[in-house]
């Protein structure tokens, strides 16, 4: 990660700390489960976590004070998901439209 731009330093733990906590949906994940999973310091999750926290992609259960990813996060796969299906859905129209007399 040395060659990488300041920018992308900065953003990363957040970025780690996100995709770590797709394993933990569930149970929810404590500092240390997120900073063992990223290999890293509890320092740099809180961090991490403040920062997806203010985005709206992790939440701090008040009880169990354990991150979960929101609803917010999960939905990116289900767009991603859909717009491979509109282009499927363009290219079969396409596809139809070439073939049919």
Not at 34 to 53: D, G, N, P, S
Not at 64 to 88: H, N
Request: charged fraction near 25%.
């Amino acid at each position: 990660m040395s060659s990488t731009p300041a920018i992308t330093k900065s953003v990363w733990p957040a970025l780690q700390v996100a995709e770590a906590l797709v394993d933990y949906a569930e149970q929810g994940a404590t500092n240390k489960d997120l900073a063992e999973a990223c290999k890293t310091t509890a320092v740099v999750i809180t961090r991490a976590t403040q920062t997806l926290i203010a985005f709206g992609w992790c939440r701090k259960s008040e009880e169990t004070e354990r991150f979960y990813p929101t609803a917010r996060f999960s939905r990116l796969s289900f767009k991603v998901s859909d717009s491979f299906d509109k282009a499927q859905r363009r290219m079969d129209d396409r596809r139809h439209s070439m073939t049919s007399y």
